[in-house]
């Protein structure tokens, strides 16, 4: 059973609008978010991959919830959502140069392990709260 239709509308809501704050937070200049991340290196604990991770995994999460009860299994929609985030990250990760930032090819690695954990909880919640 799928999500009821006005949580369903909820979480697309939340998604568009995450996802927009998401696009601008990645495109704004460098001097403008240079408090979060200092040039250092923390190998693995690196805070800017752990953001990269974090934003992405409420993403995944907030696709999940929005768009993963349309599809007839939850295996397409992993896939379908998946792939709709692999691509979000490597557009967002490609158009940063455009706006003074650097693309990052680790960054999207990061992207795409936050993702896949969101995605992950968020078809294990969807199927939670569709329970009978």
Known sequence: MPLPRHLRTAFTV??????????IATHAPVDEVQFIVQAADYGLLDPDK???????????????LA?????????????????LLAAWGIVDELT??????????????????G????????????RWLARD
Do not use: K, N
């Open 115 to 126: 993702g896949g954990i969101g995605l992950a909880a968020g078809l294990a919640t969807s």
């Open 50 to 64: 752990l953001l990269h991770m974090a934003a992405y995994g409420v993403l995944g999460l907030l696709a999940a």
């Open 14 to 23: 939340c998604f568009w609008a995450y996802g927009l704050v998401l696009l």
């Open 96 to 113: 940063q140069p455009l706006f003074g930032r650097l693309a990052d090819a680790s960054d999207w690695v990061w992207d795409l392990i």
């Open 67 to 83: 768009y993963g009860g349309r599809w007839q299994t939850t295996s397409s929609a992993a896939i379908a959502l998946y792939v």
